[in-house]
Structures are given as C-alpha cells and as structure tokens.
C-alpha cells in the first residue's frame, strides 16, 4: 500500500480550506484517509500563525514509515525542516524575452549608454 501525505480540499466555492492527511494513494482526493496531521488555510495572510497547522511528530512518524508527501507539502515541510529542500530548476529560456525584443532592449542601452557619454564630455 503506497501512502501519500497530501492536502484535502474542504470549505466552500471560493473559499478553500485544506486538510493535511495521509492517505492510500490510490484513494480519491477528498475521500478516505488514515490520519489527519494538519490543516492548511490559503485565505488567512501568509504571515499569521494560523495559515498551517501541523503536528510534526505525527508528519515524521509517517515520513520514517515510507509516506511520499506531494510536491506543494515537501516544500512546507522543508521550510519547517522535516525534509531536504528541493532545488527548484530554473528556465533556461522561457522567462527571457524573444529574440526581437532582446535585440530592443540591446538597443535601447546602447544609445542610453552613448548619450551618456556625451553628456559626460560635453560637460
């Protein structure tokens, strides 16, 4: 039986709230689980002590018996220090600009950089 620790969705429409279970993989989202460990509030400010909740002891009791958790938990349980942070790949080339527009913004810093220069001589 492979288990997952992963979140449950509860609440309303458009007012989500989560419960941190552990489950049977092959259970459905919100259907049966095993054990509650925690709950998680996207609605409540990122700073407040109230957006997770977590038992800890429980998370690393299930952690130590082979419970895989879901991507979005392994980086909260990283951030708490129960596993080993996950490095985050970086794009290599969707975040940059299409070539048109890299050669616009090369451009626009060189004449930028050549004005520039000639305010500083005129001077």
Do not use: C
């Not at 997770?52 to 392994?74: I, N, Y």
């Amino acid at each position: 039986m492979a288990l997952k620790i992963r979140l449950s969705r509860g609440g309303a429409k458009k007012r989500p709230f989560y419960k941190i279970v552990v489950a049977d993989a092959r259970s459905p989202r919100d259907g049966r689980f095993i054990e509650k460990v925690g709950t998680y509030n996207p609605m409540v400010a990122v700073e407040s002590g109230q957006r997770w909740t977590l038992d800890d002891e429980r998370v690393k009791h299930w952690l130590s018996v082979g419970a895989q958790p879901t991507d979005r938990l392994v980086r909260f349980f990283a951030d708490r220090g129960l596993v080993a942070k996950v490095a985050q790949p970086e794009q290599t080339k969707k975040p940059q600009p299409k070539a048109k527009a890299q050669q616009r913004a090369k451009d626009e810093a060189d004449r930028a950089a050549a004005a520039a220069a000639a305010a500083a001589s005129a001077e």
